[in-house]
DNA sequence: TATTGTTATACTCTATAACTATA
DNA sequence: TATAGTTATAGAGTATAACAATA
């Protein structure tokens, strides 16, 4: 399996960098530093920590994330990458400010993402017609067909991680989590 | 209301740093960005995204960090210092390596939250008597009375942040939110 | 004037790897 | 050798503020 990796820096080459995405990531493997595990120490006091419905969500959004990634490696896509992505597919000539809007973050961030997603190949702006300070962002022929594929990776490291819960409990919580805010 | 804020840069000065921390903070409120909204954009097509739980469990986690955040101003504390805060004080001459496991945490990422505790000056490394490599955490004495202060003030937030759910269904939320992984 | 995209800057959270002092 | 704490470095994610081009 190939991996992706994006480094921001300061843009360097252009096809070089475009080119290193594509290397293997030196995972480490080594002789260091052992991988943390993020389940509750059970020799330890957590006191209110365990009644409160932040920590909890947060413990979870942990281990969640953790296998979002090690699921999205070979394509380099993150949690937000792929918000955007399907984003992007779903509503046509979409502007940056709007996805900004949509994703619920700030308008430089979503430059950062879109910025990330273009590099990488998956996403391009158009410049709009009717207006020339605007774009009009898109997939890519690659950015649709990986977008296609990592759908069902998504799909199958939510069905892994909501192992534990029935469907009954997977909508129940969902439904819940939308109470939340 | 004084508010805190930490800068990590290089430590700079001292004595000098602790002072700043205890200024008010620029907040800006001036003519710039409208601050985000973290909600779905109802006129928005979200796709898969809203039937996968780990995207609702980030945009409500997005909610409660922000109100999380507003209501700890005046402390700079953060959900990982409130943990860490909780676990020292919890867990008697705690060492920064079990504090570490116990947040789930890389050892490194233990002190970074342990020297902002203690440039705000809540947490204390006491030398451990038995093991001259180690070291004990302690609330001082400020931070024991700030930490009693906010526990009221996160437990309120918690209560915010569900008031939309019963009694019944904040238990069940978090045990399915304990049953993910 | 207001909006679109952008850049500069900064801060938090996190990780890996290598170092030091001790055990 | 192994462990405790630390530092260096890196990257993602986010924010605010200011700017140029355009509306």
Redesign the pocket.
């Known amino acids: 399996m190939e991996t992706k990796?994006?480094?921001?820096?300061?843009d360097e080459g252009f096809a070089d960098e475009v080119e290193r995405l594509k290397e293997p990531q030196?995972?480490?493997?080594?002789?260091?530093?052992a991988?943390?595990a993020p389940d509750l120490a059970s020799d330890m006091d957590y006191g209110v920590l365990t009644e409160l419905v932040g920590y909890c969500l947060?413990r979870a959004q942990?281990r969640i994330y953790q296998d979002f990634q090690e699921a999205m490696e070979p394509w380099?896509i993150?949690?937000?990458?792929f918000s955007a992505m399907i984003l992007i597919r779903n509503n046509t000539r979409m502007?940056?400010?709007?996805l900004a809007r949509a994703?619920?973050?700030?308008?430089?961030?979503?430059?950062?993402?879109?910025?990330?997603l273009s590099k990488l190949g998956y996403v391009r702006?158009c410049h709009?017609p009717?207006?020339?300070?605007?774009?009009a962002l898109e997939l890519t022929e690659t950015g649709g067909d990986v977008l296609q594929k990592v759908t069902v990776v998504v799909r199958e490291h939510d069905a892994r991680i909501s192992a534990r819960l029935s469907d009954d409990e997977h909508v129940q919580l969902r439904k819940l989590l939308n109470k939340l805010g």
Chains 1, 2 share one sequence.
């Open positions: 990796t994006l480094k921001s820096k300061k030196q995972t480490g493997e080594s002789h260091n530093e991988t943390i947060r942990i380099a993150t949690p937000p990458r502007k940056l400010t709007e994703m619920g973050i700030a308008r430089s961030g979503a430059v950062e993402v879109v910025n990330s702006r709009s009717t207006d020339r300070r605007a774009y």
